[in-house]
């Protein structure tokens, strides 16, 4: 980078800010969308697993409700296993593992169990965080006790037993539908004793549709009920407790205390003293049926523990580098595409200095994009500012030389008449006046011209009869062609309206004539002709002279140009004629062209827009039409 650059204003650094900046913004936007997406599958994830365990930790628990140990639990276990896709492993309170649902080498358990197993007393918190009622539709609210429902040890009830319940049952349901027309279904409880949902014909159901074998207690449940009874009499016994009868649904019913003033007093404390001791004794009398307390470890396979979506030191590790690699990758594809970019504007940067200083100055172009295009027009316009400047320095030694000869013998035959060499006879003062007008004339046409190159060169127009406007120049320039044995002839195709500058008009043609003249040779012919195309004025000077070559044809209207260099200015002109006639064309709103063969002679058409100039001023100098 070059030193005059600021370091803020350059153009690859920048164009690196930007990308920088881009890039960041683009990596923060993705990195925030994909820990939405991320935080919004793994919620889903999450919810799956924790519906997947609530329904394990269940199946398990309504298998230890109904058996005394673990034995028989592998089938129960692999098939959750298999459903859940996870690995299930259950051990003594003491981690020692009973059962596991996959083969391999022992699992490393976790930290912490998923859930303990005791259907005496059941894991409340997880069975109501997944939402999913304990077992068999019984929601959690009815077991305040927190022994599993399912656990109904000795009030399981024989086949027989159950047989005549369910019978009693429907036909009770059934006199309550014909009587009342209640909706009345039977369910079977854990126990195997049929529960009848009488909905809203309960108030009729006590008095009327009565089954005394249904709302008694078979001889099995008679018999638990009488054990558990006396565990909790013992219970009561031991906390001072007056007793109470229990019923079937593990109510009780207070029995008449011995002493009343007691009962008064007890009536606080009973509150509480008896619904413990009736858990703690039906807990007692159902020990010996359900499978010990064990622990619940619901483990991804693999032995991979956790989960969790977390943003380990590791994957913040992991982040960065990505970013990193991001913004390196952006900050080369930076550095490149700056590279490309600021390469060939310094080379435009250059090739200005070196046109500041005078040396060729040209860019290389390439490819065909806003640069490469940007390179091409710089050289087309170093080109031509190196053509104008050849041009001006050609024109500044043509003025010079054409100034110098004149003012040269002006001089010499000045010097020789002081020093008496010469005698100023009216000869040698016609001589010397002639040189000053010649003088006088190349100063003219070199103010004429660059009053038309400033584009300031005035055309005052005013209606012009073209015959007449020729018949002027005709007989200004008759002397000098009869001199020269030249016939001059004028003919105009009827009326020929035009709006032009008469003066400017008549020295265009002028010049015209004054050539074609002097390049005609004895007994030749200089014809004035004008006629009428296409809403133009159309004015030819045609001559029978030498003619011009085809390459000179095309250079005759440069300034200072002369077919033959050789002759003298008294017969040929400065070279300044045609350029001006151009111009004085151009100012019109017109053009000026030639057409010539070599021993035939040339013709040079004039063609003006009737309706004059659009506006009274000369064109620039690049309006020039050959
Ligand atoms: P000059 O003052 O020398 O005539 P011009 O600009 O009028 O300058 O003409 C340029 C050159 O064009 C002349 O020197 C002459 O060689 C050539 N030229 C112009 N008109 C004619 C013509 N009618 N026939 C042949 N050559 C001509």
Known sequence: MRADVPLHRSLLLRLLA???LVSVCSIAATAWLTARSTTVAIRQEQGQALADDARTYDTLLGYAATHPGWDGAGKVVRRLARDTGRRVTITTERRVPVVDSDTGPPATLPARPTASIDPLHVDTVLAAASGAPLAQGTPLASVPDHIDPRAVGPFLLPGKERDALRTAAERRAACLRGSFGAAATIADSPSGRPVLDTEGARPYSETRCVSTVLDRPTATEAKALAALQKLVDNCLERRHESKVRLNLDFTWTPLPAPVPAQAATDDGPRGSVVPECVTSSRREQLAPYVAPPALLFISSRGGDTSTAFDLSPENQARIAGVAALVLLITVTAGVMAGTRLSR?????????????????ARVEVRGKDEIGRLAAAFNAMAERRERLEELRKAMVGDVAHELRTPLSNIRGWLEAAQDGLADP???LVSSLLEEALLL????????DLAVADAGELRVHAEPVDVADLLAQVATAHRGGAEAAGVTLVTRADGRLPLVADPVRLRQAVGNLVSNAVRHTPPGGTVSLLAHRADGDVVIDVADTGSGIAPDDLAL???????VDKSRSRRSGGSGLGLPIARKLAEAHGGSLSATSVVGEGSTFTLRLPAHGPAGARSPGPDRRTR
């Open 18 to 20: 930007v990308s920088v």
């Open 344 to 360: 060939p504007l310094r080379a435009l940067t250059d090739a200005v200095r070196n046109m500041e200083e005078g040396r060729a």
């Open 425 to 427: 006879d009216p000869e």
């Open 440 to 447: 006088q004339h190349v100063i003219d046409d070199l103010q």
């Open 556 to 562: 005759v209207f440069e300034r200072f140009w002369r």
